[in-house]
């Protein structure tokens, strides 16, 4: 893997993936790379696919809260969030994102920053709806690329699940 700072996505040194984290960018032969480059060097040297599940878990929880708090300081900031706002909005918004329980439906204006794995289908809370911002740790694809919906990264290339 190796850092540059003007990636050019068509560069034929390029590895096969390649994303940016602020003004970092970092290539890598295989989507596993780039997850490393987000969780850690010892994301590659696991094997065992259920430990490389509860990595990306463990930092999906651990990501998903620090965007939370971003929006919520931002919220504030804007005004969008203050003392009147219910006690119920502030307990989802600054509850520990394994705990959060939104209820069916999240309407609020500032997003709700979830992890996927902790809702049904994959526990028994279920999946709520409305104006929620997903991490997905399923798998290096979808991890990247929910980082990207949430601005973390940019993807500038990724193979796909065969390539993984």
């Known amino acids: 893997m190796s850092t540059h700072t003007a990636p050019s996505p068509t560069d034929p040194e390029a590895g096969l993936c ?3 984290i602020g003004e970092r960018s970092l290539r890598a032969d295989r989507n596993d790379g780039l997850v490393a480059a987000v969780i850690g060097p010892e994301y590659l040297e696991e ?3 259920e430990v490389l599940f509860l990595m990306r878990l463990e930092q999906a929880i651990v990501i998903a809260t620090a965007v939370q708090e971003s929006m919520v300081a931002a919220a504030v900031q804007r ?3 203050d003392e009147t ?3 119920e909005v502030w307990t989802a918004l600054l509850a520990e994102r394994k705990t959060v329980d939104p209820g069916v439906r999240w309407e609020h204006q500032v997003p709700l920053v979830l992890v996927t794995s902790l809702y049904a289908p994959y526990a028994e809370k279920d999946q709520p709806i409305g104006n929620i911002a997903w991490v997905d740790p399923t798998d290096d694809v ?3 690329e ?3 919906g949430l601005g973390v990264i940019e993807l500038l290339e990724h193979g796909d699940l065969a390539v993984a």
Do not use: A, H, N, W
Request: charged letters at 30%; aromatic letters at 0%.
């Open 79 to 81: 005004r969008d969030l």
């Open 146 to 148: 929910s980082l990207q």
């Open 142 to 144: 979808t991890m990247l």
């Open 47 to 49: 094997s065992d696919p």
């Open 18 to 20: 390649s994303l940016l």
């Open 85 to 87: 706002t219910d006690e």
